[in-house]
Nanobody, 125 residues
């Protein structure tokens, strides 16, 4: 069984930075794509970023390119999301997600089988 636990959210002023972490249990982390998604109140859950199992490929939604960086440490079973130049529109509940082993990275939430409980990010203007 896979358990994902996010941390690092909080309240930050516009222009500030936060680093989210997601610690995973289980034995399949290093063979799985990891993703970050977010959901703002009244909106659909949206893709933010994904990273391939060895970290060699990363993908971002257009609105965060150049500001957010996804990375992973397979020795620690942890994936990160470094968020810089935060904007009020980045305010959302941020979730990490893990795919089944050897699933290529993608933006479709249906490609991810395990989800964390989320960590709240609030950006004030």
């Amino acid at each position: 069984q896979v358990l994902l636990v996010e941390s690092g959210g909080g309240l930050v002023q516009a222009g500030g930075s936060l680093r989210l972490s997601c610690a995973a249990s289980g034995r399949t982390f290093s063979t799985s794509t990891m993703g970050w998604f977010r959901q703002a109140p009244g909106k659909e859950r949206e893709f933010v970023a994904a990273i391939s199992r060895r970290g060699g490929s990363t993908y971002y939604t257009d609105s965060v390119k150049g500001r957010f960086t996804i990375s992973r440490d397979n020795a620690k079973n942890t994936v990160y999301l470094q968020m810089n130049s935060l904007k009020p529109e980045d305010t959302a509940l941020y979730y990490c997600a893990q795919s089944l082993p050897y699933t290529p990275p993608g933006a479709n939430p249906d490609e991810y089988n395990y989800w964390g409980q989320g960590t709240q990010v609030t950006v004030s203007s």
